[in-house]
C-alpha cells in the first residue's frame, strides 16, 4: 500500500465520517490532516508533531 496511514478507531471513524481530509505529502511522503472549514476556514494542511524524530 502506498497511501496507508496508521490512525486510532476514534481517528479513522473521524475522517471517515466528518469534513477530515487526509493527503500523502509527495514531498517527504507524510500524512497531512486538513480541518474542516468551521475549525479553519483557509483549510491549511497540519501534520502530527507529537512523534517527531529530533
Not at 1 to 13: I, P
Not at 30 to 53: G, M, S
Request: charged fraction near 20%; glycine fraction near 4%; charge should be neutral.
Amino acid at each position: 500500500m502506498v497511501n496507508a496511514v496508521l490512525l486510532c478507531g476514534h481517528h479513522h471513524r473521524l475522517i471517515h465520517h466528518s469534513d477530515w481530509q487526509v493527503t500523502i505529502n509527495p514531498t517527504d511522503g507524510h500524512p497531512d490532516f486538513t480541518p474542516p472549514t468551521h475549525i479553519d476556514p483557509e483549510q491549511k494542511p497540519q501534520r502530527n508533531r507529537y512523534h517527531r524524530r529530533e
